[in-house]
């Protein structure tokens, strides 16, 4: 069975493809399940210039793989399902511009992940590093 062209799938599936291309970029050699559980979000809107940019940022406590993949597909869903006024925030086949989608997570030991350059379509943060990262992230979307 062949895959679908991106023009082709449903926002819902969208988000379920990308969460896990998202996944396997971030993580080396894992295995996901889908895991269910509260997430925390917090949506942040930005005005600057006559323009509205927006910062979802959803928080998983817990650094297992599966969680993790679970809250990358929470949080694309969040991007692709973003209103304002009652339109769709980003395009149908985007997640706004890659820096507009933020997932933090407890402290992965002994595990490589991804530098925020090389993420795509949202960006994962170990809780150490929210600190450090989140000016970076927020200038990164006002650009």
């Known amino acids: 069975m062949s895959e679908k062209s991106r023009e082709e799938l449903s926002r819902t599936e ?3 493809r990308e969460s896990l291309r998202v996944a396997n970029t971030y993580f ?7 895991a269910t559980g509260r997430p925390d979000v917090i949506v942040l809107e930005i005005e600057a210039e006559d323009e509205r ?6 928080v998983k406590h817990s650094s297992r793989p599966e969680t993790v993949r679970k809250g990358i597909e929470e949080t694309l ?12 925030v980003y395009e149908e086949s985007t997640f706004g511009t890659g820096w507009n989608g933020v997932l933090v997570v407890q402290d992965i030991d002994g595990s490589s992940t991804a530098p925020l350059d ?3 379509s949202i960006r ?3 809780a150490s590093e929210v600190e ?9 979307i006002l650009e």
């Open 53 to 58: 940019e927006y910062l979802i940022t959803e």
């Open 14 to 16: 969208l988000v379920e």
């Open 77 to 88: 869903e969040y991007l692709a399902f973003l209103r304002q006024d009652d339109d769709i």
């Open 132 to 140: 450090t990262e989140l000016e970076t992230i927020l200038d990164r």
């Open 28 to 34: 080396e050699d894992e295995k996901f399940q889908d």
């Open 124 to 126: 994962i943060l170990q």
């Open 118 to 120: 090389s993420q795509r």
